[in-house]
């Protein structure tokens, strides 16, 4: 699993297991990251893709310039409960 995010990511990647691989796409904002990450998701297909709410607007541009049909998981802030989503989100294998 990786998670991805602009430049510094945020209070999430600290909390993250060190085996957890982490991507930054060099962005300062939001804003200029959909292509980014569209390329990102292209490339690594992931499982899915979880962005904070203030953008999901990237995280659904990206998807669709992607070609993806990773679920999108959205964010609160709340770090507790975005790992409670994203784990719910996550596919299972077995």
């Not at 699993?1 to 796409?25: F, K, N, S």
């Not at 962005?51 to 959205?74: C, D, I, M, N, Q």
């Not at 409670?84 to 294998?93: C, G, K, Q, V, Y």
């Amino acid at each position: 699993m990786d998670v991805v995010a602009p430049m510094g990511g945020g209070p999430l990647r600290a909390e993250l297991d060190p085996t957890v691989g982490q991507i930054d796409l060099a962005k300062r904002h939001a804003a200029t990251s959909p292509l980014a990450l569209a390329r990102v998701v292209a490339e690594r297909q992931p499982a899915l893709l979880a962005v904070p709410r203030e953008v999901v607007w990237v995280g659904r541009l990206a998807l669709w310039l992607a070609r993806s049909k990773a679920p999108l998981v959205v964010l609160t802030g709340e770090v507790k409960a975005d790992l409670a989503a994203i784990r719910a989100a996550a596919p299972r294998s077995g």
